[in-house]
């Protein structure tokens, strides 16, 4: 799966202020430019999770980049006080947290929720390919629960008020930059 072609507004203000920055695609593109120095080290996982489970390396990367900035954001994996861990964040709440923070184990899982969300016959958006993997990546973050019936609205709850749309800008940055 692609997100070349999601529209997207990148960054809200209160994500892009973390690195001092203004609100906007251009934002996230160079959050994802910091990160991507760290996320080197996870390539080849990335890879392999990616054609096993058919989700583009990019997306992968750019939830590595937003949850836990390429791991530099983790304190002994952990991340969210204690609530998440590893690499993409699997929130301990919800889920039983597998292999090392920077494991193919970890990483696999993460996507395969990831992937529960495209296929989930409660994403409103599944028959639009393009808006179903949007809703999906919010879903991650934020579940369908309180997520908005109106597309553009699908942000709304997620952290930053715009997780869907961060992710989808590194994303497209990493896929241009051969992650």
């Known amino acids: 799966m692609s997100v070349r072609n999601i529209s997207t507004t990148g960054a809200s203000a209160a994500t892009a202020r973390q690195d001092r920055l203004p609100a906007g695609v251009a934002s996230s593109e160079a959050m994802a430019e910091r990160d991507g120095r760290y996320i080197q080290a996870y390539k080849e996982i990335i890879h392999e999770v990616g054609r096993e489970l058919n989700i583009g390396p990019s997306l992968i990367a750019a939830i590595i ?97 715009d997780y869907s749309n961060d992710v989808v800008a590194r994303a497209q940055y990493f896929e241009r930059n051969g992650l």
Request: net charge positive; aromatic share 10%.
């Open 65 to 161: 980049s937003r949850e836990s900035r390429g791991g530099t954001a983790l304190k002994e994996g952990w991340g969210d006080n204690g609530n998440a861990f590893g690499l993409m964040q699997i929130d301990k709440r919800w889920h039983t947290p597998r292999g090392a923070w920077n494991s193919k184990e970890h990483v696999g899982q993460a996507t395969n929720i990831l992937c529960d969300f495209i296929r989930s016959s409660d994403n409103p958006f599944r028959h639009h390919p393009d808006q179903g993997l949007k809703a999906a990546i919010a879903a991650y973050n934020a579940g369908f629960k309180r997520m908005s019936k109106n597309y553009n609205e699908i942000d709304n709850h997620t952290t930053g008020q």
